[in-house]
């Protein structure tokens, strides 16, 4: 009888010793995953973090750079509007566009002709002849002397190349100065984004 009893009592022991094991392993791979998911959520909170933090910049550099760029389209047409035999001669503009830092420098007249420019080969360019130009001759039916277009960076007409274009009124005459920026800053930026 003894020998039954301690029998049993091993056996049930023994299961019961199992039983244990399998319940810690049980409980120890929900602690586990539990924690593993823990880990998983605070990093995608991070990376979410990260990622509207780097928007926020890029938008903050954008405004920036939207504000700095009108104002040089600002400048370059103060000096065409009073320094007249600048207008027509393609080296000064280039200078006038090396002192201001942009990339390009365009003169627009009534009808929406590019008369002269930084950059020859764009001389002569009907704005109205190309999607990326034409949203410009809107500052020409504007009544408002202080009209503007900052445009987003995009193709542009001629060579095909990323570009962001300003646009001002021209106060004088009727007419648009237009400067152009390949926009490097936005566009690395971007990528790090």
Known sequence: MQKVFIKYAVAIMSAGCVLI???????????????????FETKIDQVIHTLENNQAELQMMNENLDVDYLTRAKAAAYVLDHQEEVEMDVSQLQYLADLLDVDELHMIDENGIIVSASVAQYIGMDMADHKQTRPFLALLESDDPNAYLIQEPQPNASADKVMQYVGVARKSKKGIVQVGFEPVRQLQMQSRN
């Open 21 to 39: 094991l399998f319940i810690n392993y049980l409980l120890y791979l929900h602690m586990l995953e539990t924690q593993q998911l823990r880990t």
